[in-house]
């Protein structure tokens, strides 16, 4: 079950529903992140970040002063969210680059680019996914779900974590769901060509997610380099498109859904919360720790879908 904080939201959020109370308003937007801090000098990467909850982290990472990486597949709406956001936040340092996390080929040239470009790297935010696609594969014939949600991050963190850790303290941030609850990590047919339901390979791949950032921290530790991921809410967002019956849905109560902004607060909370600094391996809801599914807690799961992902990805992460 989501438990929202009962902090207030900002006339921004309130403009975006003016019909509904003001109290059954801040219920559903949920926690908002409160840290003033600054990140002048700070460089962030997220994957994502022309539309939704990625374009609205990213506006207000750039407003906090830092240099953003706008990492998308689509170029000419990457490119109008950071004139967009450059205009409004008046900080030219919001950049794109062609990133497809369905093709490892895209996510290595991206790596490489990303590294020859820049000298540092304070905040990765793996923001990016898919949901309820029919069934498809990546270029590398993943599973859609897995390879974009899962194994593209993976691989993208694995090939940017040395400039991570040259940029300490620096902060990984794995957006999950609460979806992850219904995940189970399906070793036997992790490609789901024996069965394949797309609502639970978003589920399992959320579990992924949240499996991932678990080992990860526990690998990272006396690095200074944190993970923890977190679930944004339910969202108005694009990323039901894949289903007419939940498009439908979305927009019939889209009064009890959190706007971008709103969603989006958790993902900043993560990347910039002076509390968190040394907090690792954990996942949050509502700016606020959560709990995390018996599965989501599995020591041995985690290792093991690690060793899977390398050996799926052709890498060697010790």
Known sequence: MLH???LGVTEHADCCAPSIPPLLRRYVAGGRCRSAARLDGKVAVITGANTGIGKETARELARRGARVIVACRDIAKAEAAAREIRAETDNQEVIVKKLDLADTKSIREFANSFLAEEKELHILINNAGVMLCPYSKTADGFEMHLGVNHLGHFLLTFLLLERLKQSAPSRIVNVSSLAHHGG??????LNGEKS????LAYCHSKLANVLFTRELARRLQGTKVTANSLHP???QSEL?????VMTWLWRIF???LKTPWEGA????YCAVAEELE???GQYFSDCQPAYVSPWGRDDETAKKLWNVSCELLGIQWD
């Open 254 to 256: 889209s009064f009890f």
């Open 265 to 268: 607060q958790t993902s900043v």
């Open 233 to 235: 809410g339910s969202v």
């Open 278 to 280: 040394s907090v690792t």
């Open 184 to 189: 189970r990590i399906r070793f036997h047919d």
């Open 240 to 244: 039901v498109r894949h289903s007419f």
């Open 4 to 6: 929202y904080s009962k």
């Open 196 to 199: 394949y339901n797309r609502g």
